[in-house]
């Protein structure tokens, strides 16, 4: 039940979910048991049943528990590409009684070796093809899932405390370094429990799976619907990126209910008509900002689709607040708290705010995780004693936000740095770090801004380099590709005001810049202009890179 304090920014969900919560494993092993022989995962040519499924968990499971003594709390990596085994491998390390470690293929080696060397995981599961594109894993205490065709296994009794630690996800951090946000059963299991009674999906719902399992979105958009019985379609990487692939892939699996970030859903609203969309029941939009046209578009393909916006940040187990309904007089809305959390909304002194005046966004309640892995200081900065109520914990989100009468959240922006780009969280300072290592620069600022329903990121650079090509390399060593900045724009000196803060009125746009012009091929003429249009560049360069000049997979 949601309830709020009369003129104050407090509101919370206390309803008991009944009966008492189920953990991750006990909702699968019930869901197998209720529907063992209806599909459970599609994966290009290959299909599974939830028993097929549930035998792969096993096998897997038996093997880290029986034969390798995996201990609870105790790390596995998962290396591997998008598939069924990825699948069966996460749940078989949680119901061997370890927590997971996602470890993405197609990170820079620099990033996955930091990780592994932080988290210290027992063994990390791969195959050879995983194996072939980052050949250093195999430094490391690896299980290679593709020589257990012949394993032999029984099934066992399992046994996961509401304390044990179910995964480690990293996220970026301010200081150059993906830091591991811990999560517990405890916390994870309150948000799927949650999400069964809010949606209330079963068998007769299909899916389609787009997130990286390398980010907690991918635990809600696959394994809450395993959870309830859905059919769920798991693209292959290109395909997950592909706008007019996932609206293929709508119709032909006649979709009911689409998990995706608000820029990639605008992407995909492009190849989207009356058709195509009328499987549709549910769209969730989560991880950024949701705009006008993607309500605006989806209204005059399909009113009867239902537009739900979800918010929630990986330090309190993906799901925070859900605004059912959402429309243009809404559009802002984050909704109210989810079950068994509840919000405050704080000023600079940590008092609680009137109604409608914004303020920082503070969470406490059963989805809290840990806090970071190995950093003490930045847990104790984040997660601090409840003030509110003794004896709880809660979180300090850095989100701005205003609380109605009702307990509604309307989003503003961030305190800090820290940004959302195509639903991927960044921290500025992070890139920031990593180009401050390199010679030749000796300043830096970056930043984001948004055009045309996208948001884009260009560094400010100072010094003798000036070349953005080799920038750009150095940084692809070290940071992910959604990381690389779209724009470099050298300048003598960073622009300060009077008081010492930065002048961003008078930084060069990099959208109005303009490229050095050299002499453009008769047969290329047509390519220019396309690329004219979709970057908003006014020249280009015949030597310039598509990716390298504001383009990316959705445009």
């Not at 591997?80 to 061997?96: D, F, M, N, P, Y």
């Not at 959402?326 to 909304?345: K, M, Q």
Request: glycine share 4%; net charge negative.
């Amino acid at each position: 039940m949601v309830s709020c304090l009369s003129n104050l920014s407090i509101c919370s969900n206390s309803q008991l979910i009944k009966p008492k919560k189920l953990n991750w494993i006990d909702l699968f092993e019930k869901q197998v048991l209720k529907t063992p022989d209806n599909v459970a995962l599609h994966f290009q040519e290959e299909s599974i049943t939830y028993k097929q499924l549930s035998n792969r968990v096993n096998k897997i499971a038996f093997i880290l528990k029986s034969e390798l003594h995996v201990n609870p709390n105790d790390i596995i990596g998962v290396f591997l590409e998008r598939g069924i085994e990825l699948i069966a491998s996460i749940l078989g390390i949680l119901k061997a009684g370890a927590a997971y470690l996602p470890l993405d293929v197609n990170n820079p080696e620099e990033r996955i070796k930091y990780i592994i060397e932080d988290a210290q995981p027992e063994i990390i599961l791969s195959s050879n093809s995983a194996l072939n594109q980052k050949e250093f894993i195999q430094n490391y205490r690896v299980l290679n899932l593709d020589m257990l065709e012949r394993v032999t296994y029984t099934d066992f009794s399992y046994s996961i405390q509401p304390e044990d630690l179910a995964y480690i996800i990293y996220t970026s951090g301010t200081t150059g370094k993906p830091k591991g946000v811990m999560v517990q059963h405890k916390a994870i299991s309150n948000t799927l429990n949650w999400r069964l009674e809010e949606y209330r999906f079963n068998d007769r719902d299909r899916v389609i799976q787009l997130f990286s399992h390398a980010f907690d979105g991918f635990i809600v958009s696959i394994f809450f619907f395993l959870l309830s019985g859905a059919e769920v379609f798991l693209l292959n990487d290109k395909e997950a990126k592909d706008p007019e692939r996932i609206a293929y892939h709508i119709e032909c699996y006649k979709i009911t209910h689409l998990l995706i970030v608000p820029t990639l859903y605008s992407a995909v609203l492009k190849f989207l008509n009356e058709k195509n969309t009328s499987s549709l029941i549910k769209v969730t939009l989560a991880g950024e900002k949701v705009r006008p046209y993607q309500v605006l578009r989806t209204r005059e393909l399909n009113n009867n689709i239902e537009i739900i916006n979800e918010y929630g940040p990986t330090e309190n187990s993906v799901a925070t607040t859900i605004q059912r309904n959402l429309d243009i007089s809404n559009i802002n809305s984050i909704g109210h708290p989810i079950l068994n959390n509840t919000l405050y909304v704080v000023d600079d002194y940590g008092k609680i705010v009137p109604e409608g005046t914004p303020g920082e966004l503070w969470i406490s309640g059963s989805g809290l995780a840990n806090g970071y892995l190995n950093l003490e200081a930045q847990t104790n900065e984040k997660f601090i004693d409840n003030p509110f109520e003794v004896g709880t914990r809660l979180y300090k989100t850095g989100d701005i936000v205003t609380m109605n009468s009702k307990g509604e959240i309307n989003y503003i922006g961030r305190k800090d740095n820290q940004v959302k780009v195509r639903g991927l969280r960044i921290e500025l300072m992070d890139i920031d770090a990593n180009l401050m290592q390199i010679e030749d620069i000796v300043d830096s600022l970056t930043v984001t801004f948004d055009y045309e329903d996208d948001t884009f990121i260009c560094s400010y650079l100072v010094g003798d380099l000036k070349d953005s090509s080799k920038v750009r390399e150095i940084l692809k060593k070290s940071l992910p590709n959604y990381m690389i900045p779209n724009y470099f724009i050298f300048l003598d000196e960073i622009p300060y005001t009077l008081n010492g803060k930065v002048n961003r009125e008078i930084l060069p746009n990099p959208i109005l810049s303009t490229f050095s012009i050299v002499n453009q091929n008769k047969e290329n003429k047509d390519l220019y202009s396309i690329w004219k249009k979709i970057l908003r560049c006014s020249d280009i360069n015949d030597n310039d890179n598509f990716f390298e000049i504001g383009g990316h997979s959705l445009n």
